[in-house]
């Protein structure tokens, strides 16, 4: 099978998932094809991050099966994870916008060696396309929440995914911010065809270009 052929991205069968006795989602069936841009919504405590983690694999489904890049061994690590917030709310956080994005390339470098002039030069490509090669040598914790989610977005781009997946990466954002956000997520999706999946709280409208509006409601999922 090759990779033109992989139509689905993330696709759940009948999850169902609780914590001890308290079930949180209730029958969930769900697919995502290549290149959509789906954002899922929900009220609070609805179990979105609780379906996130899921599907990164950080927990099992209690029934039910989770098949993300049609189960191709050659896909799996070509998903790139922006969580909620930033990496650092402390100014003083050591770690450079270049080293932060060094440690998206951990695939292709493992995890110690050094980045050659290739790895050097992919960053600073990376970092121009999303607007921030002025802040290669900036401490992250030094950028703003908006910026440090632009670096975090950068950096889960910079290892090619075909599949991004979002966690609420507005939150703590001011409104132009959100919108430079969205932008990015818009010309990902538009121009190397990354299917995106977001869960946000944001304002739905804002979402440019986005494919289908989902939303978690008592344990399942209804589309808008
Ligand atoms: N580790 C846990 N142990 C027990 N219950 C949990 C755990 N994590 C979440 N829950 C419960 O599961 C339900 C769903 O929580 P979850 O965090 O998935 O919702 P959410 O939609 O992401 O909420 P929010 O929008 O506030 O982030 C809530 O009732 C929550 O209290």
Redesign the pocket.
Known sequence: MSESNTKQMIQLNHVKFG??D?E?LEEINLTIHEGEYVVLT????????????LILGEMKPDEGEIILMNNDPRLKKRIGYVSQNGISKNQSFPATVEEIMITGLYQELGLFHLPHKKHKNKIKETLRDFGMEEFLKRRIGELSGGQQQRVMIARAMIGDPKLLILD?PTTGVDARSTKILYDMLYEINTKYNTTIFM?T?GRLQECKGCDRILR?DEGRIVEE
């Open positions: 914590y001890s308290t949180v929900g009220e609070n405590g609805s179990g979105k991050s609780t379906l996130m983690r609420e869960i709280h978690m």
